[in-house]
């Protein structure tokens, strides 16, 4: 049931967030969102477990992640508002709810981003050999950097987001098309030797390659025409990020790198057979850019999370504080920046396995996919074919759940603690008005 609380009254400040984000900074937003790490791993994976056919799972996915990006588009350009999903939920379902996301917003950051941060950090070892401290000292300076460039302002991250996807994009097209000659047909007989069960295998592990949809959505109030912008955006990104995937799957499987093992398979391969003994540096520059996009793209779309979490009561005020020079929601970034450290360090001491860690928030993920999608249901008053769009979404994320095994148990953890703090808090405030 919807819960009809209204927000906490809060001092709001007289800075608001800059209307800065055009169409082409919400393409690369939406490119560097999505095109993460998996990118790098994930194609070879899939091809190792279910060969060519691995190819019908890519191309399935890059189609049916046309219903999230959907959704939340729809959702953001009806409603152009700080905190994306977060202002959908607490619009369809009420604040418990959506402060409920706002937690699992916030666990997904906290705990993903030092695992991503440690890939990249794995991708340049591949090329400049690094003992285990120096990793990590690597990987807190890619939380660093992400820090320094969010600080500066939407603006300023715009210019370096659509940097950083325009090399990304230009790196990746390279090799597919200097990889191109060497694809051989026979490679793609027969095109299913393992059998039609491993493509539902590989079809689950390519799922977490199409997260981030939802990201744009955080930054919706600063879009400077969210009505025509969203849904433009969304339909390049999709058609841009479906046919890189598809490509790239294509490549591997046509020259078989993902048989050449290595740890960094199958660019590894295909970076050095491009650039002979440079084909190391090759992928872990190609790995950092990557890595550092989608992590400057989720810095930039979180902190908006808790910045309207925070005006709404479902995080300590003091976090509802937008920098007067610059516009950024600065306690809300310097709160994620800190806990995403913090989680580094256990990460270090405990020796945490990255699959674990990378899972972690995976499920805090779906969760927010679930809830998202039941918004859009809720909210969406869609014609024709797209009336099913939502229903798609929630369906895929319902089947992607089970995946997740056992590492479910932080995120359900997280989701009693939101609603704790959040009926507690209205609790407060009832009591305080009644004195």
């Known amino acids: ?43 070879g994976l899939a091809a190792k477990i279910a060969g060519p056919s691995s190819l019908i799972a890519w191309v399935f996915l890059s189609v049916a992640s046309y219903p999230f990006a959907y959704t939340f588009a729809s959702l953001s350009a009806r409603m152009p508002e700080s905190g994306g999903v977060y202002a959908f939920v607490r619009e369809s379902f009420g604040l418990h709810a959506a402060t409920v996301v706002s937690w699992l917003f916030a666990l997904w950051y906290i705990a993903g981003s030092p695992a991503v941060t440690l890939i990249a950090a794995s991708y340049l070892a591949y090329a400049f050999p690094m003992g285990r401290g120096e990793l990590y000292i690597v990987a807190a300076a890619v939380i660093v ?47 299913f030797p393992n059998g039609y069960l491993p493509i539902g295998t590989a079809a689950a592990l390519i799922f977490w390659s199409f997260l981030g949809y939802e990201n744009v959505s955080n930054v919706a109030e600063e879009f400077r025409n969210p009505e025509r912008d969203f849904r433009r955006s969304v339909a390049i990104s999709v058609v841009l990020i479906g046919a890189l995937y598809v490509s790239i799957a294509i490549v591997i499987v046509g020259t078989r790198a ?159 603690a939101g609603v704790g703090y959040s009926y507690r808090l209205r609790k407060r405030q009832v009591i305080t008005e009644e004195d």
């Open 145 to 191: 950097l992400t820090f320094v460039v969010n600080y500066r302002g939407i603006r300023f991250s715009n210019v370096v987001q659509f940097g950083v996807v325009t090399a990304i994009v230009v790196m990746l097209v390279a090799a597919v098309a200097a990889s191109a000659g060497s694809v051989k047909l026979s490679n793609f007989v027969p095109l």
């Open 258 to 416: 993902y048989a050449a093992g290595g740890s960094v398979a199958p660019f590894a391969e295909i970076f050095s057979r491009l650039l002979g003994k440079y084909g190391a540096v090759g992928t872990a520059v190609l790995a950092f850019f990557i890595i550092f996009g989608a992590s400057n793209a989720y810095t930039a779309g979180l902190t908006r999370v808790i910045y309207a979490s925070a005006r709404d009561g479902g995080f300590p005020r003091a976090l509802a504080h937008v920098n007067r020079s610059t516009n950024v929601p600065d306690r809300s970034l310097v709160m994620l920046s800190s806990l995403a450290m913090v989680m580094l360090i256990v990460f270090y001491f405990f020796n945490a396995d990255l699959q674990t860690a990378l899972l972690i928030p995976s499920g805090a993920a779906i969760i927010v996919y679930i809830i998202g999608s039941s918004a859009g249901i809720r909210l969406l008053e869609p014609t024709g074919w797209r009336r099913s769009l939502p229903w798609i979404a929630l369906a895929i994320s319902v089947l992607a759940l089970p995946f997740v095994g056992q590492l479910i148990v932080p995120a359900a953890i997280v989701c009693v």
């Open 1 to 43: 049931m919807k819960d009809s609380t209204p927000p906490l009254e809060i001092p709001h400040t007289d800075r608001h967030l800059r209307k800065a984000i055009a169409l082409r900074h919400a393409v690369a937003l939406y490119v560097s969102s999505v095109l993460g790490s998996g990118v790098l791993v994930l194609p």
